[in-house]
């Protein structure tokens, strides 16, 4: 028999740049300590405003692409044109949705880009920049605060294809495994899985938000039965679950 | 602070045509009951078995298109005569990989059909005809055994576009919200948050997988924690989950 258990902590409040993310886990979590078989996950919206990821909409010049595609998707251009700076590539811009795939390879809408929870003011929160480089950071941060090295997840809530509201997914990941690799593997009938490759640390994400509410002010989410997926070494992060371009069916 | 728990049910065997799911459901718990708070996450594979929805590959004559899509794609013709019979559409047929939208909507891998987890012999499994009757059917039958009435999702693992591995979905759901519409709603700042449409079913059919192992067999997991999302009525079912195709990005 197996089990999984998920519980937010309260107590984390807004957070500023040049906060101490893994200072507030530890905080929120006292008098106990993390243990090195849990997962600590962590909506990235703590983290990119402690790492400063935001941009001032009065700073920002809409070029002529983002003056064209804030006209034709009912979006404002300055919007649109830190989207444009956070995409590799606009795949879509239909129905007043952009999706876009980032620089470090995300497909989701506006390439991460948040006007919602961004904090007061007319400004908007952008991903980390490198969210797997963010996620050991706060891990080994955790490790020197409490000894323990919990896994550390990095979540957003992205839309998907062909299915109607968004779910949470693992962008950057310290010690979690993305996925299992039961390719090869016999089933219970003794036959091989061919392409089983469950992304463990997605579900995982999901398993997360469904822990919280959303208006709450509860980014983090700790997540104990995982064991199993959790190592020492950090692993090869969320860039892992990330598809090659050439390989997809659907760019 | 919120919290969410499941754990998988040991003792479900071999299912056969015919088997009362929900018996087995409420015989696996006992001596508990069931609670009408709890969801009851249900794979699949011993639904459709249940309802015999199995293809016997002997008695599969593989027509035209089978034959070239199979050469194609170097696979067995009679099964994708049998993807080709599940299908309302096949959306690509590449790197030996039929993405299919089924007869209710459902875009996936093979239409669904599944090699795996058959059972013995020379048969593929399908989807279970109307995946959300079958939900409906389960919770008034443990309703019937019980006294109480948990939600009943019925779920399958699904590939995604843009990135690697499976996460399971809700494809028959009865009792609980598919997901939570927080359109309009303010976010922590006041803000409206536009388009958040939480996919309750499909994390928690994720947060049921992580529950047990792969090659257990331990198709139920019950999972706590999800009360505000579950109610007397049978709700809307998993279709609500599925994005119309006229309005859909990446047909």
Redesign the interface.
Known sequence: ??????????GIAEVVPGDDVAALVAAALAPALPRSDQLVAIAHTIVSKAEGAVRELATVEAGPRALELGAAQDKDPRVVQVVLDESAEVM?A??G?L?ARTHTGL?C?NAGVD??????GDAVLLLPRDPDASARRIRARLRELTGASPAVMITD?F???????????AIGLAGLM???D?RG?????G??????????A???A??A??????????PVVVID??GRFIGEDDGPGAL????PRE????P
């Open positions: 028999m197996g089990s999984l258990s998920a519980r937010s902590l309260p879509r239909e129905r949705v999706i497909v809408a006007a919602s929870n961004a904090g007061a809530t839309g998907r294809a062909w299915r109607i509201g968004q779910t949470d997914v993305p996925f299992e039961w593997r016999p089933d219970a009938d036959r091989p899985l061919q392409a089983t490759m469950p992304a463990v997605d579900a995982a999901g398993a938000d469904l822990a919280r509410s959303k208006d709450s002010r509860e039965g995982l892992a679950l990330l598809r390989e997809d069916l659907f």
